[in-house]
């Protein structure tokens, strides 16, 4: 790879500290991933323990984000754009996630970050997914202003835990990926905030041998995210939190915000 890759990885934290009705906090250690769209088919041929669309020890199936199908992402994402009035003419589209680790991952929140050519971060895509294998996303548009520090906010429109009301609010501050990214969400209602969820990372090299040390690091990291979420909800049910009643699914797959926070 003579070229510098864009994609990369992030070695950080995931913070969730509830903060209402119940006092309830974790902190686990994660290995996300960054990965520039346009750069998929140059990963597949030069890491040996990754791949598109196929088998191996981690890898990207397009079905596993967007609308669920084989269509290449970055085509859904730039259509998705256009339709909502956002036209970013062909720039980079950057994916922070888990990837599949041996066949199976689980992404509580994919985050998209769109560019236009000249690398001005145009828009951000939450894609949000609950473990019934539901899936709802939000796209906000950036200000031009918002270049290193991004604020947004929309209202929550999407049945994630079943310990949190759908009557919230959801404050995104987000520092865009470079040497260090930052997702920072507070859920919030009328009389106060309910929760703080938090990943913060540094970045390293996307390598054949940074795979080896990041798989050495969490073996099994795509599974325990599942099972830290269960985990965390049996905690929270036996501190006594009522499950809140599960509404319809979202009849729109994407929710479009146009009002800054």
């Known amino acids: 790879m003579n070229e510098a890759l864009k994609s990369?990885?992030?070695q950080g934290e995931v913070m969730h500290h509830r903060l209402a009705p119940k006092r309830h906090r974790f902190v686990y250690r994660v290995t996300s991933w960054l990965i520039d769209l346009d750069e998929l088919p140059r990963l597949h041929q030069s890491l040996k323990l990754f791949s598109h669309n196929r088998f191996n020890l981690?890898?990207?199936y397009e079905r596993d984000y967007g609308d669920g199908s084989d269509r290449p992402l970055?085509?859904?994402?730039?259509d998705l754009l256009k339709s909502k009035g956002l036209d970013t003419q062909d720039g980079p589209i950057r994916l922070l996630c888990y990837p599949r680790m041996l066949g199976y991952v689980f992404n509580?929140?994919?985050?998209?970050?769109?560019?236009?050519?000249?690398e001005n971060l145009c828009a951000i895509l939450y894609e949000v997914s609950n473990t019934f294998k539901q899936r709802h996303s939000y796209l906000i548009p950036v200000?031009?202003?918002?270049?290193?520090?991004?604020?947004?906010?929309?209202d929550k429109?999407?049945?994630v835990s079943p310990f949190m009301p759908m009557a919230s609010r959801y404050h995104f501050r987000m520092t865009p990926p470079a040497e260090q990214v930052a997702v920072l969400i507070r859920q919030s209602q009328a009389d106060g905030p309910l929760l703080d969820a938090t990943f913060t990372g540094k970045r390293q090299t996307l390598s054949n041998r940074s795979l080896v040390r990041a798989f050495l690091r969490h073996p099994l990291m795509t599974l325990k995210v599942i099972v830290g979420i269960h985990w965390e909800a049996l905690?929270?049910?036996?501190?006594?939190?009522?499950i809140q009643p599960q509404p319809a699914a979202p009849t729109?797959?994407?929710?479009?915000i146009t009002v800054k926070e």
């Open 8 to 10: 990369c990885l992030y």
């Open 143 to 154: 200000d031009a202003q918002d270049s290193r520090t991004v604020r947004q906010a929309c």
């Open 58 to 60: 981690y890898s990207i």
């Open 74 to 78: 970055k085509q859904q994402i730039l």
């Open 157 to 159: 429109g999407f049945y």
């Open 108 to 118: 509580p929140l994919s985050v998209f970050y769109c560019y236009d050519p000249d």
């Open 252 to 256: 729109e797959r994407v929710s479009f």
């Open 235 to 242: 905690q929270l049910w036996r501190k006594g939190l009522r």
